[in-house]
Nanobody, 124 residues
Framework: VQLVESGGGLVQTGGSLRLSCIIS????????VGWFRQAPGAVREGIAC????????YAADSVKGRFTVSKDNAKSTVYLEMNSLNDDDTAVYYC??????????????????WGQGTQVTVSS
């Protein structure tokens, strides 16, 4: 399984970015694609995920209403649309593939395959 993220960069407070995660090599059904982020000195935080089977989406409270996860099956791509960005959103963002655990879908523990990460920096 390979995941390649893109779309990170430098953006001003209040701005928007869209991250993309191209996925290849998945041979199992009913998996989750999660988005995580890790700021310097902080633990990795699950922020959003989407189920491959029914498209159910989940978002952490810290990003709910601002970030949206979606997928384009034809392009094997999952997106993270990020709006109203603020300084707290500065981090390296990762996408990952793993088991879909409905009770706690954004626990990093469930995810076996990770992308290389893309830096998002929000500057005022």
């Amino acid at each position: 399984v390979q995941l390649v993220e893109s779309g990170g960069g430098l953006v001003q407070t209040g701005g928007s970015l869209r991250l993309s995660c191209i996925i290849s090599g998945v041979t199992f059904d009913d998996y989750a694609v999660g988005w995580f982020r890790q700021a310097p000195g902080a633990v990795r935080e699950g922020i959003a995920c989407i189920s491959s089977s029914d498209g159910s989406t989940y978002a952490a409270d810290s990003v709910k209403g601002r970030f949206t996860v979606s997928k384009d099956n034809a392009k094997s791509t999952v997106y993270l649309e990020m709006n109203s960005l603020n300084d707290d959103d500065t981090a390296v963002y990762y996408c990952a593939v793993g088991s879909f655990v409905r009770a706690s879908p954004m626990q990093p523990l469930w995810y076996n395959f990770w992308g290389q990460g893309t830096q998002v920096t929000v500057s005022s």
